[in-house]
């Protein structure tokens, strides 16, 4: 067999195409890709125009003086989160599944065919098609996971791959402020059925354009640190000819069966980068992320739901500071770039100047995420156990803690994915790990309703200190595992997941 009969390898991108999409795939994570987040910011605006204005009662009417007196419209609107919420991470399973199936155009124009409806749903809603509401924020739900879950894997075209990583996420937490937007344009003298329509035309075509400017499949390239393309063998990626090579240029008799040789060992080397996604699965690396998941991403979830009521208690029910405070609170969304550029920088910074982390094999890619997985919880539980002097003095330091805590939370679960498991792997990982944390986070309701009911907050700020320290299992046994010699500088592949129980 002669050379000329080999794959011919990719052709590299150039770096202002990715510079270019990665630009539009950050611009379309911080404009389209959280508004469901922020869907309960709308119901201002909803009632405006009378949705579910037969729930009220009969002197109200369409206005904005029926904003305040008409609850049954507004827990209709919070019922269609509350479903979209349960709906939402099953629905980002099939998603997960097609990206790695199909890969990043198909997912692509899924979103942005579901963002055009979602959104589109929200602009036509009015008294007679009010139930638009429901299909509209479940499409905006999944819609929004896809086009973070993308966008994530572009970040392995890029030098820094964990800082842009973590600049997608916190652009993700920061989307949820959007809506706020939106209602201030709306109760301009802008019509709100106009300022809808030209948001979701530009939301499809910022998303079609990422599509169309996408240079190619995910795994052609590389993390800096050595991520193995599956068309490339290894000895190509030393970027050097090994002796065996040289002397086969010294003596062509060799050439057909070395070729022969190579091919066979990049068939061994693909079959292996293209072990089914359900041995990754079954790894003890997967179930220990669900763990940490759950730990910290209940007591998020928690703190979000027993906000007011805690405000409600420590203000003794004063209605103008729990608006106050859930208004600063939300501001604090605008810094989640910022801080969620901290854990990304953190990884990338260590995977360059720790010898012990340099290393090109999957060992130093477990124990770069350790940092970040043991700070995150321990952000966690101090600021659970700053609440506990209850008083208005320690909400603007904790809404600090929590805004750091959640920035890092998300970036730490998308970079820990790009670092532990294959590329090709990623959408069916990711959704994995927060559909099985998704069903733990009814446990929030019972918890709001003690807290309100003993009125004492301290008994379940202590079980939620403990719950976040029982995730630094995961970095422990990461580390325990995983800091042993790894006998010299040999290059192996970067990922060998296999089912290990």
């Known amino acids: 067999m002669s050379d000329s009969k080999k794959k011919p390898l990719p052709a590299a991108p150039s770096d202002l195409r990715i510079a270019v999409t990665i630009g539009l795939a950050m611009l379309e994570t911080l404009l389209f890709s959280g508004l469901f987040y922020g869907v309960v910011s709308l119901v201002p605006v909803l009632n405006d125009r009378g949705v579910y204005g037969h729930l009220c009662a009969p002197n109200v009417t369409a206005g904005a003086n029926a904003t305040a007196r008409c609850s049954a419209a507004r827990d209709q609107i919070t019922l269609a989160f509350t479903i979209t919420q349960v709906v939402t991470p099953f629905g980002n399973v099939a998603s997960g599944f097609i990206l790695d199936r199909w890969g990043f155009r198909v997912v692509k124009t899924i979103a942005a065919a579901l963002f055009g409806l979602g959104s589109l749903c929200f602009t036509l809603v009015q008294p007679g098609v009010d139930w638009l509401i429901f299909p509209g924020t479940m499409m905006l739900g999944i819609s929004g996971i896809q086009v973070v879950m993308s966008n994530l894997q572009l970040s392995t075209m890029v030098k820094f791959p964990f800082v842009v990583a973590s600049i997608i996420s916190g652009l993700f937490d920061a989307c949820t ?14 019509n709100s059925f106009i300022a809808f329509g030209v948001y979701t035309g530009l939301g499809v075509l910022t998303i079609s354009l990422t599509v169309a400017l996408y240079p190619g499949k995910y795994n052609r390239l590389q993390l800096d640190s050595g991520l193995a393309p599956q068309t490339i063998s290894l000895s190509s990626l030393r970027g050097h000819k090994s002796k065996k090579e040289a002397q086969q240029q010294q003596d062509p008799r060799t050439t057909e069966s070395s070729v022969v040789s190579e091919e066979a060992s990049d068939a061994i080397e693909e079959k292996q980068l293209r072990c089914p996604a359900i041995q990754f699965l079954l790894t003890t690396d997967f179930f220990l992320m669900i763990l940490w998941m759950i730990c910290n991403n209940l007591r998020l979830n928690y703190f979000f739901g027993f906000l007011n009521p805690y405000v409600d208690l420590i203000t003794d029910v004063d209605k103008d500071l729990v608006e106050h405070y859930a208004t600063m609170f939300g501001y604090f969304f605008l810094t989640s770039p910022l801080v969620s550029l ?156 296999k089912a290990d129980f």
Not at 358 to 364: A, G, L, P, V
């Open 177 to 190: 402020m959007v809506t706020s937007v939106l209602v201030q344009i709306s109760r301009s003298n802008v």
């Open 342 to 497: 901290l854990p990304g920088l953190l990884l990338d910074l260590q995977k360059r100047f720790i010898p012990t982390l340099r290393q090109n094999n999957h060992r130093s890619y477990k124990l770069n995420t350790v940092t970040t997985l043991t700070l995150t919880a321990l952000i966690g539980a101090i600021s659970c156990l700053m609440m506990l002097p209850n008083s208005t003095g320690i909400l603007i330091p904790t809404f600090v803690a929590i805004s750091v805590f959640r920035a890092f939370m998300y970036s730490t679960l998308g970079n820990y994915c790009i670092s532990v498991f294959k590329p090709e792997n990623f959408g069916i990982v990711y959704t994995g790990i927060i559909c099985s944390a998704a069903p733990f986070m009814f446990l929030t309701v019972p918890l709001i309703n003690w807290m309100q009911d003993s009125r004492n907050p301290d008994t379940i700020n202590y079980i939620f200190a403990g719950l976040t320290c029982v995730s630094l299992i995961h970095p422990l046994v990461l580390l325990l595992r995983n800091i042993r010699p790894t006998g010299g500088h040999q290059v192996q592949p970067v990922v060998v997941n």
